[in-house]
């Protein structure tokens, strides 16, 4: 080995299950993800979510994806959406995502329109993604949402991140 590298008996080895649940979840923030809000409309009104699962999938077709918790009382909601928005939020979003996590209404104070499909759309983010919903897969005690992208909007700005069970803003000088 290499001076000054880590070796893998610094680390503590563990088998995922019942009993080491927060270690996994330890483990899995070691990766940081970016922030994002998704939107829908429902029968009872907009509704919005915190997401750190989003991901880009295909360019032909354009596919992005996201995984909401089945546990959440938001999810039949997203399950049942025809389309969806999905929001890249920029590092003065914090109080945004945070107000998206705690509510599925936090739109109060923002600047919001509707599609032509009805989903709200959050005018102040970094990149905007409106979805039809194109395949929902199974997975444990979550879902993978696959959107098939309608319209992209983006704009210049520092990503808002998410690290170590904290929010975070992304330091290009390191």
């Known amino acids: 080995m290499a001076d000054g ?10 088998m995922p299950g019942a009993e080491t649940q927060r270690q996994f979840r ?46 959440s009382s938001r999810y039949a909601h997203f399950a049942a959406a025809k389309h969806f928005a999905i929001h890249v ?3 003065e979003h914090e109080e945004i995502a945070m107000g998206f996590a705690r509510s599925a209404q936090a739109f109060d104070g923002l600047d919001v329109q509707l599609n032509a499909q009805g989903v709200p759309l959050l005018g102040d983010c970094l990149a905007r993604f409106e979805c039809s919903t194109y395949q929902i897969h199974d997975a444990g005690d979550h879902a993978i949402v696959l959107g098939r992208v309608l319209s992209a909007a983006s704009r210049e700005g520092e990503a808002l991140i998410f690290c170590q069970g904290r929010f975070r803003a992304f330091d290009k000088k390191a």
């Open 26 to 71: 330890d483990a899995l923030g070691q990766f940081t993800t970016g922030v994002t809000v998704v939107t829908a409309q429902t029968a009872q009104g907009p509704i919005g979510m915190t997401a750190n699962s989003f991901s880009s999938i295909s360019m032909d077709p354009p596919l992005v994806m996201w995984s909401p918790a089945k546990s």
């Open 5 to 14: 590298s880590r070796q893998l008996t610094q680390m503590r080895q563990f």
């Open 89 to 91: 939020m920029a590092s």
